[in-house]
């Protein structure tokens, strides 16, 4: 994590207008199988193409942790068609070779209704990647789930589940710093308060 973590630093060409406020970013790192409070309290999370890496024992966690002690006001879930994969050359069974399945459109919206109807979600299907004419059977090649929860969570429930231990390695870290910053001159506006650049 930590030889990676740089990649999420600007390009040079965003310092050219630098905030007035510093970007610290967090990264954590752990599994979606198990239950960490520090990522309660967020209103959306995405899983986009995750689910299909996942091992049985894995999967089978999964609902529990993100709809049912996250709990955010909406999740979004993407993970290959199956069907598409006619379509695609060269795919001869999986599209990745760290995929564990792929789900046809039945197979990921049983799924997605058992676990909405398990944990309080309504869900809708949709997906980006349309067949060619023809082949409008198939469906699209990425097919996603939108969640959102149909209940308001009690601050009482959130707080019992911030006593839940801390199980992710964090490493956080200035992606982009203020004005402020040493090495650059700022001015205060007499008339608004707000700081601005001289030059």
């Known amino acids: 994590m930590k030889e990676k973590m740089h990649t999420l630093s600007p390009l040079p060409c965003e ?13 954590y790192q752990g599994s979606v199988a198990e239950k960490d409070p520090n990522l ?15 091992e049985a024992k894995e999967l089978a966690a999964f609902p529990e ?6 709990a955010p006001i909406m999740v979004v879930i993407s993970t290959p068609n199956s069907e598409f994969n006619s379509l695609l050359p060269g795919v001869s069974l999986f599209r990745h070779l760290d995929h564990k399945f792929e789900w046809n459109k039945k197979e990921f919206e049983s ?20 067949p060619p004419p023809g082949a409008e059977s198939v469906g699209y090649c990425t097919q996603i789930g939108i969640f ?19 199980v992710y390695k964090t490493e956080e870290f200035s992606a982009i710093y203020n004005l402020e910053e040493p090495g650059h001159v ?4 007499s008339n608004t308060g707000h700081k601005y650049d001289p030059s």
């Not at 310092?15 to 990264?27: H, N």
């Not at 959102?148 to 801390?166: D, F």
């Not at 700022?186 to 506006?189: I, L, N």
């Open 111 to 130: 799924w997605a209704l058992e676990a909405a109807d398990c944990y309080g979600y309504t869900v809708e299907f949709t997906g980006v990647g349309k």
């Open 40 to 54: 309660l309290g967020f209103d959306m999370i995405t899983c986009i193409e995750l689910i299909e890496h996942l």
């Open 186 to 189: 700022s001015k205060t506006d």
């Open 148 to 166: 959102v929860r149909n209940y308001v969570e009690t601050a009482e429930i959130v707080k019992h589940k911030m006593t839940t231990n801390h």
């Open 15 to 27: 310092y050219l207008q630098p905030s007035w406020r510093s970007l610290v970013i967090t990264l």
């Open 65 to 70: 942790v993100i709809f049912g002690f996250w």
